[in-house]
């Protein structure tokens, strides 16, 4: 996919401080001063063109996908997770991703087409593990949040076989969420 103009770069920002504004989640506030003061919405949310939305905005662009997407899905199967709960699981889920991608400049001082960034690992704690971690030390997560966001990479995560039959019993939408990322990554960026 294309990389995004600063228009909807710009009003995919004003639709997650809205969104998060919207939760009223105690210190709601200082993870809107977090986002905003980080590279959250300029991030990519990879590093190769082969993979998705690498591109300036793509980390907020994809957030707000898994968001919607997962929104959706929740809808359709009658799920009963508070709103605010889908909007903090789906726009924190990839904070990991803040601070973590650096401009690849080739030797000529541009930027590579095919590789537009490299992972500059700050805190090798672990993909899900991070953003768990960076969320859950503004904002106090609630156990279904603190699971979608630690699992949502699923079959992708090393650790998913050992722990899927117990996230699966105790968090009925990880499934939901999984796929959301999944279809936004691959369908939509
Ligand atoms: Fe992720
Ligand atoms: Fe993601």
């Keep these: 996919m294309e990389p ?6 710009e009003s995919n920002k004003l639709k997650i401080i809205k969104l998060l504004e919207s939760t009223r989640r105690k210190n709601i506030e200082s993870l809107l001063s977090y986002v905003t003061e ?7 949310a990879s590093s190769k063109l082969e993979h998705h939305a690498a591109y300036k905005g793509g980390l907020a662009f994809h957030s707000l996908n898994v968001y919607e997407l997962f929104n959706e899905k929740c809808e359709r199967y009658s799920i ?3 709103h605010e709960e889908r909007i903090i699981s789906a726009l924190c889920h990839d904070l990991c991703k803040i601070n973590f991608y ?3 400049i080739l030797k ?9 960034y490299n992972v500059c690992e700050q805190v ?6 991070v953003s768990l971690y ?3 030390k503004i904002i106090e997560l609630t156990p279904q949040e603190e699971m979608l966001i630690r699992w949502h990479m699923g079959q992708f995560d090393g650790n998913w076989e050992n722990n899927s039959r117990y996230v699966r019993e105790k968090c009925p939408t990880i499934a939901l969420f ?7 990554s691959r369908y939509l960026e």
Excluded at 4 to 9: C, P, V
Excluded at 38 to 44: G, K, L, S, V
Excluded at 178 to 184: L, V
């Design 80 to 82: 009963d997770l508070p």
């Design 102 to 104: 650096e401009k690849n």
């Design 108 to 116: 000529d001082g541009t930027q590579s087409k095919d590789k537009p």
């Design 178 to 184: 999984q796929n959301s990322d999944i279809e936004a």
């Design 4 to 9: 995004i103009s600063e228009f909807i770069q």
């Design 124 to 129: 090798p704690l672990g993909h899900g593990e």
């Design 38 to 44: 980080t590279d959250y919405f300029i991030a990519p």
């Design 134 to 136: 960076r969320a859950g």
